[in-house]
């Protein structure tokens, strides 16, 4: 099963310069991808955008515009933010080419994938990587590792171009979407902080890493109920404690 480009979408998120959006649309044409989805950022349709797009126009006319970054990937399951910050999760951050090769290894019909690329002098904000299953980031010279925006979606658009036939067939078994994989988490950190394992300081710390745990864990719909099941159970039976953890 080849990967369904017109399944996969680029997003971005607030792009500051329109002449970068216009640029990212010529990009993705130039490998045969349609999707590009905005978060919030500049008009698309300032002249400096009509330019650069050149024959890609259309995809500024059907570009999607949505006001955070769980909207915009609410009906995806494959979603990778990229990112220059390495920060204590280094050890996970993708390459372009990893990043292809699971697209390609969970491609199915039903299976909507989205790339996600940040502002253009901050990136993606912690949080808002935290949304994404898997990091990516692009390796480049430590003298001058600051690709431009388009530039970054280019390299990320080719490698899924050459990613071609899934030697597998495709993922059966269909992975939960972003918005069900949220809706686990805001459950998950109200019930742990209930039952005071969180950190009422910081409770995105530990968060943090549960994501991590379970995005690995590539569940399905049906293991995100169970787990929502279990968290309905330990929220019902923890009525009335007091929140203090036992020693």
Same mark, same amino acid.
């Given at each position: 099963?080849?990967?369904? @480009? ?29 999707? *590009?989805?905005?978060?919030? %950022? &500049? =008009? ?23 006001? =955070?970054?769980? @909207?915009? *990937?609410?009906? &995806?399951? #494959?979603?990778?933010?990229?990112? $220059?910050?390495?920060?204590?999760? +280094?050890?996970?951050?993708? @390459? ?14 039903? &299976? $909507? ?5 940040? $502002?253009? =002098?901050? %990136?993606?904000?912690?949080? !808002?990587?935290? #949304? ?21 979606? *280019? ?10 036939? /899934? ?14 994989? !949220? @809706?686990?988490?805001?459950?998950? !950190? ?19 890493? *549960?994501? +991590?745990?379970?995005?690995?864990? !590539?569940? =399905? /719909? +049906? ?7 279990? #968290? ?11 929140? $203090?953890?036992?020693?």
């Amino acid at each position: 099963m080849s990967m369904d @480009s017109s399944n996969t979408a680029i997003v971005l998120v607030e792009p500051q310069s329109p002449g970068n959006i216009g640029m990212t649309c010529r990009a993705m044409k130039n490998m045969g991808l349609r999707q *590009l989805r905005l978060v919030n %950022g &500049c =008009d698309r349709f300032h002249p400096e955008s009509l330019k650069f797009a050149v024959s890609a126009r259309d995809l500024l006319e059907n570009a999607q515009v949505f006001p =955070d970054l769980a @909207s915009a *990937l609410a009906d &995806c399951t #494959l979603t990778a933010g990229t990112t $220059r910050r390495h920060g204590k999760y +280094r050890q996970e951050i993708l @390459s372009p080419t990893e990043i292809a090769g699971i697209f390609r290894e969970q491609a199915g019909p039903e &299976c $909507r994938a989205a790339l996600v690329f940040g $502002r253009e =002098d901050s %990136g993606l904000t912690t949080d !808002e990587l935290a #949304l994404c299953r898997w990091h990516a980031t692009i390796p480049a010279a430590e003298e001058y590792g600051s690709l431009n925006l388009s530039q970054a979606v *280019l390299i990320f658009c080719y490698e899924l171009g050459k990613a071609g036939e /899934s030697p597998g067939g495709g993922r059966e078994l269909q992975l939960a979407t972003s918005a069900e994989m !949220e @809706s686990l988490f805001g459950q998950m !950190e109200t019930c742990l902080q209930k039952i005071g394992f969180l950190n009422e300081q910081n409770p995105g710390h530990i968060m943090r890493s *549960l994501r +991590r745990i379970f995005f690995r864990s !590539e569940l =399905d /719909s +049906r293991e995100v109920s169970i787990l929502r099941g279990m #968290l309905t159970q330990i929220d019902w039976a923890s009525t009335g404690f007091d929140g $203090r953890k036992r020693t």
